[in-house]
């Protein structure tokens, strides 16, 4: 083998993991967001078994976020309602009027939104106040005991309930 053709196969070989490594974080902000689009995600918030039944629970976990190239966790709360081993309702903690945390007061047996007094029954039903819709029930599955959460946002503000993240 030639000196010029020994040094033309060295830079071909050099360049193309080079080529991949430059190339790669185009690729991935491509093709990333299509991947996550395609595959929802459920996220482990923990275990049902300690959860009183039919007694609305606050429940944090963190969930992992892309933002660019910026990889974080964030931490989300859900409202869960246990009703059995096997079922259980979950609520985003977002007001559907315009985005406020509402919280459960045992007392009244009623979530209650500090910010306009929208009033919801245990089952997520408008009993009082602005709120255009009940509250939004996120999917969710039980595994081995184990609740698992898709985090969605929804629009607020507006009488049906349409994702938006
Ligand atoms: S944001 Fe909850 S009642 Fe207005």
Not at 129 to 154: A, Q
Request: proline share 9%; hydrophobic share 40%; aromatic share 10%.
């Amino acid at each position: 083998m030639s000196r010029r053709r020994f040094l033309k196969c060295l830079v071909g070989v050099l360049s193309a993991p080079l080529a991949a490594f430059l190339g790669w974080p185009m690729l991935s902000s491509l093709i990333g967001p299509l991947y996550r689009l395609d595959k929802p995600r459920f996220v482990k918030v923990g275990s049902l078994d300690a959860l009183p039944l039919g007694m609305p629970v606050s429940m944090n976990f963190e969930m992992p976020t892309t933002d660019a190239y910026i990889h974080s966790n964030a931490t989300h709360s859900v409202w869960v309602i246990k009703h059995s081993a096997a079922g259980a309702t979950v609520f985003s903690p977002v007001c559907p009027h315009l985005g406020c945390h509402y919280d459960w007061y045992p007392d009244a047996r009623n979530f209650i939104c500090p910010c306009h007094g929208s009033v919801f029954s245990v089952d997520g039903k408008v009993v009082a106040g602005p709120s255009p819709r009940p509250l939004d029930t996120l999917p969710s599955k039980i595994e081995n005991g184990d609740l698992y959460v898709m985090w969605e946002l929804f629009e607020v503000g507006v009488r049906g309930k349409r994702a938006i993240g």
